[in-house]
Nanobody
Framework: QVQLVESGGGLVQAGDSLRLSCAAS????????MGWFRQAPGKEREFVAA????????YYKDSVKGRFTISRDNAKNTVFLQMNSLKPEDTAVYYC???????????????????WGQGTQVTVSS
């Protein structure tokens, strides 16, 4: 099993920044598309950002473009989500996810990701 462990969440004020980390087992991040999703109370899980294994292409939910940045450090098998200018509506549990190796296809839907972390809580106060 591929293991993903998120960290870095917390309670911040609107306008603050957080950096979430996702530590992956083995060399998972080097050959898998990685994604970040979030789920707010009473809401469905939604796509936030993704990073392809080939080409380093990034994809973002429209509402976080310009504020969030997904990146990876393959040497450390870690994926990051830098979140700037946080808003109360960003409050959610954030989940890291990984596809099977060499995945090619949609990045938006949670069903394409085979492995998930336990989540880390991000709370943004106004």
């Amino acid at each position: 099993q591929v293991q993903l462990v998120e960290s870095g969440g917390g309670l911040v004020q609107a306008g603050d920044s957080l950096r979430l980390s996702c530590a992956a087992s083995g060399r998972t991040a080097s050959s898998r598309t990685m994604g970040w999703f979030r789920q707010a109370p009473g809401k469905e899980r939604e796509f936030v950002a993704a990073l392809s294994w080939r080409g380093g292409n990034t994809y973002y939910k429209d509402s976080v473009k310009g504020r969030f940045t997904i990146s990876r450090d393959n040497a450390k098998n870690t994926v990051f989500l830098q979140m700037n200018s946080l808003k109360p509506e960003d409050t959610a549990v954030y989940y890291c996810a990984a596809t099977k190796p060499y995945y090619s296809g949609s990045y938006y839907y949670s069903d394409v990701y085979d492995y998930w972390g336990q989540g880390t809580q991000v709370t943004v106060s106004s």
